[in-house]
T-cell receptor
Framework: DAKTTQPPSMDCAEGRAANLPCNHS???????VYWYRQIHSQGPQYIIH???NNETNEMASLIITEDRKSSTLILPHATLRDTAVYYC?????????????FGQGTELSVKP | EAGVVQSPRYKIIEKKQPVAFWCNPI?????LYWYLQNLGQGPELLIR????????DSQLPKDRFSAERLKGVDSTLKIQPAELGDSAVYLC??????????FGPGTRLTVL
């Protein structure tokens, strides 16, 4: 079973920030938070990951709460091409080569 | 840099027929994964290879599914015989010992 909880769907206006929440209240100290997305008819795409510090790359920012029980993926200026299903996944440090357990994800619709 | 290549992209067969999917991972990636994705669901791992060795095949239905990764590069996933319930997208991914997996576009299988 997935160890994360995400809202099933969200809408966002084009050009605005999209903030996608994820709860992982049972996360353990050696587990990272990973985010992937899947655009329709494509394979999943890695976005970003973090352990406890906030992270930023060219695609997004990841904000992890101090207690690490939840996180938020931020797309700062959403475009229509960001419409996709976004998956939040926890993955143990020792299991970096292991399987990703995908939940239902959040279906983000970016609207003009 | 070429991504993960899968073929065919689409396959339609009748039940009880055999089918095979092929995957060419990113050069240098020693870990290869096969995932199954049913409509509206997240991907589920079928098998993981470290070089030529299948290190996690616990979710592979071994009565009808088989996989191989000769020479630790390309991989083939086979179903024989196919059943109606096998209709799904079969995804291949590869990684270099990190949680960042690179996915191919998938093969959409329809069993009639």
């Amino acid at each position: 079973d997935a160890k994360t909880t995400q809202p099933p769907s969200m809408d966002c206006a084009e050009g605005r920030a999209a903030n996608l929440p994820c709860n992982h209240s049972t996360i353990s100290g050696n587990e990272y938070v990973y985010w992937y997305r899947q655009i329709h008819s494509q394979g999943p795409q890695y976005i970003i990951h973090g352990l406890k510090n906030n992270e930023t790359n060219e695609m997004a920012s990841l904000i992890i709460t101090e207690d690490r029980k939840s996180s938020t993926l931020i797309l700062p200026h959403a475009t229509l091409r960001d419409t996709a299903v976004y998956y939040c996944i926890v993955l143990a440090l020792y299991n970096q080569g292991g399987k990703l357990i995908f939940g239902q994800g959040t279906e983000l619709s970016v609207k003009p | 840099e070429a991504g993960v290549v899968q073929s065919p992209r689409y396959k339609i067969i009748e039940k009880k027929q055999p089918v095979a999917f092929w995957c060419n991972p990113i050069s240098g990636h020693n870990t290869l994964y096969w995932y199954l994705q049913n409509l509206g669901q997240g991907p589920e791992l079928l098998i993981r290879y470290e070089n030529e060795e299948a290190v996690d095949d616990s979710q592979l239905p071994k009565d009808r599914f088989s996989a191989e990764r000769l020479k630790g590069v390309d991989s083939t996933l086979k179903i024989q015989p196919a059943e109606l319930g096998d209709s799904a997208v079969y995804l291949c991914a590869s990684s270099f010992r990190t949680g960042e997996q690179f996915f191919g576009p998938g093969t959409r299988l329809t069993v009639l």
